[in-house]
C-alpha cells in the first residue's frame, strides 16, 4: 500500500519516520552552493521585518509627544499604558490567525495577507482625531505583526539549508532592531503623524517583493505540489539537477510519507498531535524561555525606553538621545548575535546573554538603589546600554531562533503561532502593568526583576535549550522525539555540523 506522493505505509516494507535518511547520513553527498536566491528571500523579509519594528518601536515616539504640554491629543499616564499595551493585546488576534493561515494559504501568502491591515492601521493612526481612533489603529498595527512573526520565521527557516540557518533565521529579529531604530530616530525628527506615514512604507516595499517569491518547499510538498516543490528547490540550491535539491526533496517527501502513514495508522486528532512527547516537548522549552525573555526586560525596555531610561539618567543627559542609542546599540548586537550564533551554535551565545543581563540589571539596581545616577555621572547610563547591548546579542533573537527550528513540520504553522499568541499576551500584561510596578517596586527594584528573570532564563537555558547549529530540520525533530529532556543526559553522536559544508 502505498502514500498518495508514492511512499508505501508503515508495515509494508517502507521508511517509517524512524528510517528517514538524516542529514548525517545524506550530508556527504551535498555540496555547497552559492546561496544567491535564498539572499533574495532574506532581503525581502528583512524590508518587511523593519516594517514590523516600527510600530513595535512607536510608542516610545507617540506617548512624549501625546503627552508633551503643546500636543493637540492630550494624554493621562492611565490611557498611555493602553496605547502602549494596545499593541500586544491585538498581536495575539493576529498570531491566532497566522497558524492557519500559513498551513491553508502557505508561509509567503500568509505574510501578503497581513500587508494591508498594516497599512490600514498607520493611515488610521496618522489621521486619528481622538484616543479611540489611536487605540483602533494600534490593534490594527499590532494584529498585523502578529500575522507577520510566525510566518516570517517558519518561511524562512524552511528555506534555508542548515549551515546559513543559523545567520538566516535571525534577520526578522535584527530587522526589528532596524524597524525601532528607524522609528526612534526619524520621530524624534517629525511630527508623530508623519512618522506614520514614513513607518507605513517598508510594508508597502516588501508587499510588492513578497509578490515575486515562491512558497516554501517545505509546505508544498505537504500539499502535494511536489513538482513545485522541486522547482523551488532548484532555485534555492544553484539550478535544476543539482544534487543538493534532489537530496533535500527526497528527504522532504520521505518525512512527509511517514508522518501521513504514521497519523493515518493512529488517526490523531489536532490535539492528539499537540500532546505527543515530541511537540510538547519543544512547546514548553519554548514557552518558558519566552516568559521570562519577557520579564527580563527586553520589550519593556523598547515600549517605555523615554520614561524607563529617564530614571537612569543624569539630568545633563537627554532620554530620547540614549533612545536613540539603545535602538542603534540593539540593532548592532542583534546582527552581531546572529553572526556569532553561526560560528559559535545557539547555547553558547544565549548563555552568555542570560548571564550578562543577570550581572547588569542587578549592578544598575544597586546604582538607582544608592542613588548614584547624578554623582556617578554616566555609570547607570553606560549599565543600560550594557544592559541592552548583552540582552539584544541572545535573549532578543533567540524566540526566533527556536521558533523556527525546534517546532516538528507537522505542526509547526499552528504551534508557532500558538507560541507568538502566548508570548505576546504577557508582553500585554508586562506593558500594561509598567506604570503600577514602577510605583511599586520602584526603578531599582525593577531592574532586580529583570535580572532575577534573567538568571532563571540562564538555568533554564543550560539545562534544557538543545543546540541546533549545522543541523537538519529533521534532525532536530528526531533529537525531540529521543525521549530526553535534559540537553546533558542527550545520546552523544558525532556533531551534524561536521559533516556539513561550512
Not at 346 to 368: K, Q
Request: aromatic share 8%; charged share 15%.
Amino acid at each position: 500500500m502505498k502514500t498518495k506522493s508514492g511512499a508505501p505505509v508503515e508495515g509494508k516494507g517502507v521508511a517509517t519516520l524512524n528510517t528517514v535518511p538524516s542529514t548525517a547520513a545524506i550530508s556527504l553527498k551535498l555540496k555547497k552552493t552559492s546561496g544567491g536566491p535564498i539572499w533574495l528571500v532574506a532581503g525581502a523579509l528583512v524590508i518587511l521585518s523593519v516594517g514590523g519594528g516600527c510600530p513595535i518601536g512607536f510608542s516610545g515616539v507617540l506617548v512624549p509627544q501625546l503627552q508633551s504640554p503643546n500636543s493637540t491629543l492630550q494624554t493621562d499616564d492611565e490611557t498611555a499604558s493602553w496605547i502602549v499595551s494596545m499593541h500586544s493585546a491585538s498581536t495575539p488576534v493576529g498570531t491566532i490567525l497566522s497558524g492557519p493561515l500559513m498551513d491553508r494559504l502557505g508561509r509567503n501568502r500568509a505574510l501578503q495577507v497581513a500587508t494591508p491591515f498594516m497599512v490600514a492601521g498607520w493611515t488610521m493612526l496618522g489621521f486619528a482625531q481622538n484616543h479611540a481612533m489611536v487605540l483602533v489603529a494600534r490593534a490594527l498595527c499590532g494584529a498585523a505583526v502578529g500575522m507577520m512573526a510566525a510566518p516570517s520565521q517558519v518561511f524562512l527557516g524552511e528555506m534555508s539549508e542548515p549551515r546559513m540557518r543559523g545567520i538566516l533565521v535571525g534577520v526578522p529579529f535584527v530587522s526589528y532592531s532596524i524597524g525601532i531604530l528607524y522609528v526612534f530616530l526619524i520621530g524624534s525628527l517629525i511630527s508623530w503623524r508623519y512618522m506614520c506615514a514614513v513607518a507605513a512604507s517598508p510594508i508597502v516595499v516588501a508587499a510588492v517583493c513578497l509578490y515575486f517569491l515562491p512558497e516554501s518547499p517545505v509546505w508544498l510538498v505537504r500539499q502535494g505540489r511536489l513538482e513545485q516543490a522541486q522547482r523551488t528547490l532548484d532555485w534555492l540550491r544553484g539550478g535544476a539537477g543539482s544534487v543538493q535539491s534532489k537530496v533535500e526533496m527526497d528527504q522532504l517527501v520521505s518525512r512527509a510519507d511517514a508522518e501521513k502513514a504514521e497519523n493515518a495508522v493512529k488517526k490523531r486528532s489536532l490535539w492528539g498531535m499537540f500532546t505527543q512527547p515530541h511537540v510538547v516537548k519543544p512547546m514548553v522549552i519554548m514557552n518558558v524561555y519566552c516568559l521570562l525573555q519577557g520579564l527580563s526586560g527586553t520589550f519593556i525596555v523598547i515600549f517605555y525606553a523615554v520614561d524607563l531610561l529617564d530614571t537612569v539618567l543624569p539630568a545633563t543627559m537627554s532620554a530620547e538621545l540614549v533612545a536613540i542609542l539603545t535602538a542603534a546599540v540593539r540593532l548592532v548586537m542583534s546582527a552581531t548575535g546572529c553572526a556569532v550564533l553561526q560560528k559559535c551554535g545557539r547555547r553558547p551565545v544565549a548563555l552568555a546573554s542570560a548571564m550578562g543581563v543577570s550581572a547588569t540589571a542587578a549592578l544598575l539596581g544597586f546604582v538607582l538603589y544608592f542613588d548614584w545616577a547624578d554623582s556617578g555621572g554616566y555609570v547607570a547610563s553606560s549599565l543600560a546600554l550594557l544592559y541592552v547591548a548583552l540582552n539584544s546579542f541572545g535573549m532578543f533573537i533567540m524566540p526566533g531562533m527556536m521558533m523556527s527550528e525546534l517546532l516538528p513540520t507537522s505542526v509547526r504553522g499552528v504551534a508557532s503561532s500558538a507560541t507568538t499568541c502566548l508570548f505576546n499576551l504577557s508582553l500585554f500584561a508586562f506593558a500594561k502593568a509598567y506604570p503600577a510596578l514602577k510605583v511599586l517596586l520602584g526603578s531599582a527594584g525593577f531592574f532586580w526583576l529583570f535580572s532575577s528573570a534573567a538568571l532563571l532564563n540562564l538555568v533554564w537555558t543550560y539545562l534544557l535549550v538543545p543546540e541546533t547549529s549545522g543541523r537538519s530540520l529533521n534532525d532536530i525533530e528526531d533529537y525531540f522525539r529521543a525521549g530526553v529532556w535534559l540537553w546533558g543526559r542527550r545520546p552523544r553522536r558525532r556533531p551534524i555540523s561536521t559533516l556539513v559544508d561550512g
